[in-house]
């Protein structure tokens, strides 16, 4: 009996693996094709392309997905065009959500997202409700055994660097979010290997809550994530320790 239960346990397990691995999937697959549609198909001459491809490689998505997503964007297959759009929004306490997304349904991604945050006694916002308490930066991480500390260090003030920080075995730079690409291409003529780069958008302030109110704000966050179009969601929470 009880090696039927942790083979029903390791079959549950392994199913929540999959599915989280198909977003992932999905999620990566989606950025490549807007990056193509946006900026052409060439890896060499697309930065943001070729940061996607490099994430997607990064966990094993297979080349013959990257190629078909890549295609999409430049119009080579399949009728479906998707785009970026982001929802502003409020989860319990008050606190700030901005949810990025990459749909080829509009109505459809905005009908979940209102119905999640409705379901944890949260509420939709409109454009520009939340936003001002965001500041949009472009980062990029570059692992610390690459490089020498005072020469990346050089590198981000010669490029205008907006921050620069060593978190966790890794030099975090923040950049102007539409220079991103563009600071990308001029470090890695610099023969400095980019590990991962993205753009995000940071609070300025911050709410704080409960560990009781946090996890309610975390789950929420969770079930946005899970929704198939939602890219990334920010939130500008901090959970207070009780003494």
């Not at 549609?37 to 490689?57: E, H, P, Y």
């Not at 295609?71 to 759009?85: M, P, Q, R, S, W």
């Not at 907006?162 to 890695?188: A, R, S, T, V």
């Not at 975390?218 to 939602?230: G, P, Y």
Request: aromatic content about 8%; charged content about 30%.
């Amino acid at each position: 009996m009880s090696g039927h239960s942790k083979w029903s346990t390791i079959k549950r397990k392994k199913g929540v693996l999959d599915q989280k691995r198909g977003k992932l999937f999905s999620s990566i697959g989606r950025e490549i094709t807007i990056s193509a549609r946006l900026f052409g198909g060439d890896l060499d001459s697309n930065a943001r392309l070729r940061q996607a491809v490099k994430k997607a490689k990064s966990i094993n998505m297979p080349s013959m997905n990257i190629d078909k997503a890549i295609k999409k964007g430049t119009g080579n297959l399949d009728n479906v065009i998707y785009e970026e759009a982001s929802y502003e929004g409020y989860g319990p306490n008050g606190i700030a959500i901005y949810i990025e997304t990459i749909t080829d349904n509009k109505n459809r991604t905005v009908a979940e997202i209102r119905h999640v945050l409705s379901k944890a006694g949260g509420s939709l916002g409109q454009s520009g409700s939340v936003a001002w308490n965001f500041d949009r930066m472009g980062i990029i991480l570059i692992e610390e055994s690459v490089i020498d500390e005072d020469r990346i260090f050089n590198i981000s003030i010669e490029n205008d660097a907006k921050d620069f920080k060593l978190e966790d075995g890794y030099y975090k730079l923040f950049f102007d979010h539409n220079m991103l690409y563009q600071k990308i291409e001029i470090i890695e003529k610099k023969s400095v290997e980019v590990d991962s780069s993205f753009i995000a958008f940071v609070p300025k302030d911050f709410i704080k809550v409960s560990q009781k109110d946090g996890e309610g704000v975390e789950k929420l966050i969770d079930m946005l994530e899970d929704l198939e179009d939602v890219q990334n969601v920010y939130s500008n929470y901090e959970i207070v320790q009780s003494s």
